[in-house]
C-alpha cells in the first residue's frame, strides 16, 4: 500500500520537542529515586514512544530505509522527509478483542516515533513510501547536484 510523504524544510524542531518530552521524563526518574542519568534517559525514551527497528541502505541513486512497523494501520503513519531527514510517526492503538483475558502482552501501543539523518541530501518530493506485510519501505533518491 502506498503510504504519502510530506516534504519539510526541516524536522529539527519535531526532534527537539521529542528530546523535551524524554529529558522531562528522565528528570521525574530521577527525583524518583533514579540510578544515574544515561538509564534514567534510556527508561525515559522507552517509556516515552516506541522506536521501531530501521534498516537504511544506500544504494547509487539514493537510500532505502525500512521500518519494522507491524501492527500499525498504514492510514496511521505520518512520514515527513527533509532534504537531510526522514520522521516516521504514528499513533498506535493495540486492543484486546478476544474473550479471554491476556496473560502476556508485549504489543506496543502509544506514540511511535523515529527519524534519521542521511549524510547526503535528499530529494524529498521525489521520495516514495510503501507498506507491505508490516514494513514500511521509504525510497529517498539523492538530491540533484547543482553547479
Same mark, same amino acid.
Given at each position: 500500500m502506498k503510504i504519502s510523504v510530506y516534504c519539510v524544510d526541516s524536522v529539527a524542531g519535531e526532534i527537539e520537542a521529542r528530546e523535551r518530552q524524554i529529558a522531562a521524563r528522565a528528570e521525574e526518574l530521577h527525583d524518583?529515586?533514579?540510578?544515574?542519568?544515561?538509564?534514567?534517559?534510556?527508561?525515559?525514551?522507552?517509556?516515552?514512544?516506541?522506536?521501531?527497528?530501521?534498516?537504511?541502505?544506500?544504494h547509487d541513486n539514493g537510500?532505502?530505509?525500512e521500518a519494522a512497523v507491524a501492527g500499525v494501520e498504514p492510514g496511521d503513519?505520518?512520514?515527513?522527509?527533509?532534504?537531510?531527514?526522514?520522521?516516521?510517526?504514528? !499513533?498506535?492503538?493495540?486492543?484486546?478483542?478476544?474473550?479471554?483475558?491476556?496473560?502476556?502482552?508485549?504489543?506496543?501501543?502509544g506514540s511511535l516515533f523515529r527519524s534519521y539523518h542521511f549524510a547526503h541530501p535528499v530529494d524529498?518530493?521525489?521520495?516514495?513510501?510503501?507498506?507491505? !506485510?508490516?514494513l514500511l519501505r521509504i525510497t529517498?533518491?539523492?538530491?540533484?547536484?547543482?553547479?
Open positions: 524518583h529515586g533514579g540510578q544515574n542519568a544515561l538509564d534514567d534517559w534510556l527508561a525515559a525514551e522507552r517509556e516515552t514512544f516506541w522506536r521501531p527497528a530501521i534498516e537504511v541502505q544506500e537510500y532505502v530505509v503513519l505520518h512520514i515527513r522527509m527533509a532534504p537531510h531527514d526522514v520522521v516516521i510517526e504514528a !499513533n498506535v492503538h493495540h486492543r484486546h478483542e478476544h474473550t479471554g483475558d491476556a496473560l502476556l502482552c508485549e504489543f506496543a501501543t524529498p518530493a521525489h521520495t516514495r513510501a510503501q507498506y507491505r !506485510n508490516g529517498a533518491p539523492f538530491a540533484r547536484r547543482t553547479t
